[in-house]
């Protein structure tokens, strides 16, 4: 296929950007999809590609989603790649200390964004020819080992992984591979305080190691590159040295 469309939302920082980066240099044409016009534009330019397709949207609202893809349909007629990885945190809390505003906010854009997001790729991986396409959702780790104050991200994780395999069923006649990656420890503007300590599980805070964000960024580009005959249903890239396997 001569050109490869993928979008990626959230694509204006962090995993997102470096992702959508890795596709560009790959050869990927990419939509870039966030909240902020003038980021996605610098990271389409940074990446070369100043025409890129560059749409300010809310991954939260069904209708801002539905005209995302409207006017990728417009402008490519296809799309061969969504990675869903748009998504906010909430601050550190005990469970019953968390406002409801902050848990809305972490669930709507993780899950409700991820949700109608693999539902216009749907409508528009099986209605394309050739028909199918790829989706990856961003998962966490946090969803297998969370840490203590997480229950917004943490429930929105495990989430992902049911829309993962529920998605990837749902596909399989529509020859649309559904995967996961699961991030541990990127270093990205949101994940940057843990070289300055986070809470154990046994109490303590304690630093973290951290990986460079382009490890993410390569594996996404790695799933992205197998045929649709072959898929990474749950993929793992983290640092090293974390504190994931193993007691806490």
Same mark, same amino acid.
């Given at each position: 296929?001569?050109?490869? @469309?993928?979008?990626?939302?959230?694509?204006?920082?962090? @995993?997102?950007?470096?992702?959508?980066?890795?596709?560009?240099?790959?050869?990927?044409?990419? &939509?870039?999809?966030?909240?902020?016009?003038? #980021?996605?534009? !610098? &990271?389409?330019?940074?990446?070369?590609?100043? =025409?890129?397709?560059?749409?300010?949207?809310?991954?939260?609202?069904? =209708?801002?989603?539905?005209?995302?893809?409207?006017?990728?349909?417009?402008? +490519?007629?296809?799309?061969?790649?969504?990675?869903?990885?748009?998504?906010?945190?909430?601050?550190?809390?005990?469970?019953?200390?968390?406002? +409801?505003?902050?848990?809305?906010?972490?669930?709507?854009?993780?899950?409700?964004?991820?949700?109608?997001?693999?539902?216009?790729?749907?409508?528009?991986?099986?209605?394309?020819?050739?028909?199918?396409?790829?989706?990856?959702?961003?998962?966490? @780790?946090?969803?297998? !080992?969370?840490?203590?104050?997480?229950?917004?991200?943490? !429930?929105?994780?495990?989430?992902?992984?049911?829309?993962? #395999?529920?998605?990837?069923?749902?596909?399989? #006649?529509? =020859?649309?591979?559904?995967?996961?990656?699961?991030?541990?420890?990127?270093?990205? =503007?949101?994940?940057?305080?843990?070289?300055?300590? &986070?809470?154990?599980?046994?109490?303590?805070?304690?630093?973290?190691?951290?990986?460079?964000?382009?490890?993410?960024?390569?594996?996404? &580009?790695?799933?992205?590159?197998?045929?649709?005959?072959?898929?990474?249903?749950?993929?793992?890239?983290?640092?090293? #040295?974390?504190?994931?396997?193993?007691?806490?």
């Amino acid at each position: 296929m001569a050109d490869r @469309i993928a979008m990626v939302t959230g694509a204006g920082s962090g @995993i997102g950007k470096a992702s959508a980066l890795a596709l560009m240099k790959d050869g990927w044409r990419v &939509v870039l999809s966030g909240r902020t016009a003038d #980021k996605l534009q !610098a &990271v389409a330019e940074e990446g070369g590609a100043s =025409d890129a397709l560059v749409v300010a949207s809310d991954v939260t609202d069904p =209708d801002s989603v539905a005209d995302l893809f409207h006017k990728t349909h417009a402008t +490519y007629g296809r799309l061969d790649l969504l990675f869903n990885n748009a998504g906010v945190n909430a601050p550190g809390k005990s469970i019953e200390e968390i406002d +409801y505003k902050d848990w809305r906010a972490v669930v709507d854009t993780i899950v409700t964004g991820s949700f109608l997001c693999t539902q216009e790729a749907f409508r528009m991986m099986k209605g394309q020819t050739p028909m199918g396409g790829r989706i990856i959702m961003n998962g966490s @780790i946090s969803a297998y !080992a969370p840490r203590p104050g997480s229950a917004p991200y943490t !429930a929105a994780k495990h989430a992902i992984t049911g829309l993962t #395999k529920t998605a990837s069923l749902d596909g399989r #006649k529509y =020859d649309i591979a559904v995967g996961q990656i699961d991030v541990g420890n990127a270093l990205t =503007d949101m994940a940057a305080r843990m070289a300055d300590g &986070v809470p154990q599980a046994d109490g303590s805070v304690r630093p973290e190691p951290l990986m460079d964000v382009q490890n993410v960024a390569d594996a996404v &580009v790695h799933m992205a590159s197998l045929p649709l005959d072959a898929n990474i249903l749950f993929l793992t890239v983290m640092a090293t #040295k974390m504190p994931f396997v193993g007691r806490g």
